[in-house]
């Protein structure tokens, strides 16, 4: 037996299952981040982490509602909230890096390009994306590929490992949209949510070993 949208109960169950370990890591890496910069950063620490965090528990918190609620009205909601909620985690993966990392002019411009296409893309997602799927995954890559414009100042103000980190995960979160698309592969969608959990974490200790302070650097 399958839905409307051709996924099985065993592939919503894998679904709901690697998206829902996705939410309870978030939840504790977002208590994690703020305990530590409330302990050794400052008020941008603690923005950044606090933004950063919310937007990981929003995707896979909407995620997993989506993949687990079989009732129609209950899934079309938790759709758009899992599909909108990419632009915020992307926007939120930026976030720490423009406050803390880059500061000034780069900083904040960078702040204020990529919640501005976030929030656009949020809008489009509700409005028109479900019949626009292809414009949704361009603004997906678009968005989160647009860090390249600021690898200059990125370079001089993060530590390799945390670009290195950074690129990883990107590559995660891009080469796994090969699976989001092959539509005829069984399970193609849990391994997709695989490879954004892999990004997730690479993003996630990038943010927390190179963006957050760490003791030995005070």
């Known amino acids: 037996m399958s839905n409307a949208e051709g996924y099985s109960v065993a592939e919503e169950v894998a679904h709901a299952l690697t998206h829902g370990v996705g939410a309870i890591a978030a939840i504790v890496g977002l208590v994690f981040m703020l305990v530590w910069a409330v302990s050794y950063g400052d008020t941008y620490h603690v923005v950044s982490a606090s933004i950063y965090g919310a937007s990981l528990i929003l995707l896979y918190t909407s995620s997993t509602f989506y993949h ?3 009732w129609p009205r209950i899934k079309a909601f938790f759709q758009q909230m899992d599909h909108a909620a990419i632009y915020v985690l992307i926007a939120g ?42 414009l949704s995954l361009s603004l997906y890559l678009g968005l989160g590929w647009m860090a390249l414009i600021v690898i200059k100042p990125m370079l001089e103000n993060v530590a390799a490992g945390g670009l290195w980190l950074l690129l990883a995960g990107g590559l995660a979160y891009t080469f796994g949209v090969v699976f989001y698309v092959w539509k005829s592969l069984r399970f193609h969608h849990a391994i ?5 959990l892999v990004g997730s974490v690479l993003h996630f200790l990038s943010v927390f070993y190179f963006v957050l302070p760490q003791p030995q650097m005070l």
């Open 192 to 196: 997709w949510h695989l490879f954004v």
């Open 68 to 70: 687990a609620f079989p």
């Open 93 to 134: 993966t930026y976030t720490p890096f423009a406050l803390v990392s880059l500061r000034g002019v780069w900083g904040w411009s960078l702040l204020g390009v990529v919640w501005g296409i976030a929030i656009i893309g949020v809008v489009l997602e509700l409005a028109i994306a479900e019949r626009k799927k292809w």
